[in-house]
């Protein structure tokens, strides 16, 4: 069974500051993993997605790499804002189209 | 931009009522699905729908659950007697294939008192 981990679970930044949120999932045959970010107590919107042949997929500010053979993925965020303040979920596609979700980094930039 | 639309934004209802969430996905999208976070927990699958039938469910996804596309463009999760534990946010979900980006709704937050 497919167990996706997000790390840290909260991170606080100042304002600029370039930032790393990483994702591990335990089964690496997956089809792709995507990143979302969830405004509080809101919807999900997509971020990135990466296939499982691709290594990194950029847009933006935001830069997702991907590392299937360790499974692991990264989502930097450059010059972090106050507006990217969120919870950040990574979600992994392992076959017949479900994700799995992690439980997210919850992110807050003070200005 | 196309987006998928979820109705009610936020629904009450009485422990053992029948409620039905309703969604109207990307006109273009093919695979449709339903995902559920409790407050404070991960996001769930519940239950995947293509070429109008479940694909897939997962163990949430019971007896009291059911999905339908009756019109070939609305998408809805009927929970038949609705429990206190069912309480949480319902998200609509669509993509265009099975390994393409996944689109998610605003969401149906459902409360059961």
């Known amino acids: 069974k497919q167990e996706v981990t997000q790390i840290p679970a909260a991170l606080s930044v100042p304002e600029g500051e370039n930032l790393v949120l990483n994702c591990s999932f335990t089964d690496s045959a997956i089809y792709n993993l995507q990143w979302f970010r969830q405004d509080h107590g809101k919807g999900l919107t997509s971020l990135l997605l990466i296939q499982s042949s691709q290594r990194e997929q950029t847009s933006g500010r935001l830069n997702a790499s991907l590392d299937k053979s360790s499974g692991r993925s990264t989502l930097y965020i450059a010059a972090s804002q106050p507006g990217d303040s969120a919870t950040y979920l990574c979600a992994v596609n392992s076959g017949y189209s479900t994700l799995t979700f992690g439980k997210g980094t919850m992110l807050l930039v003070s200005p | 931009e196309p987006e998928v639309t979820q109705t009610p934004s936020h629904q009450v209802t009485q422990m053992g009522q029948e409620v039905i969430l309703r969604c109207v996905p990307i006109s273009n999208h093919l695979y449709f699905y339903w995902y559920r976070q409790i407050l404070g927990q991960k996001v769930e699958f519940l239950v995947s729908?293509?070429?109008?039938?479940?694909?897939?469910k997962s163990e949430i996804f019971d007896d009291q659950f059911s999905v339908e596309r009756p019109d070939g463009s609305n998408f809805t999760l009927k929970i038949r007697s609705t429990k206190l534990e069912d309480s949480a946010m319902y998200f609509c979900a669509g993509t265009q294939t099975g390994d393409t980006e996944a689109f998610f709704g605003q969401g149906t937050r459902l409360t059961v008192v």
């Open positions: 729908f293509y070429n109008n039938e479940i694909s897939e």
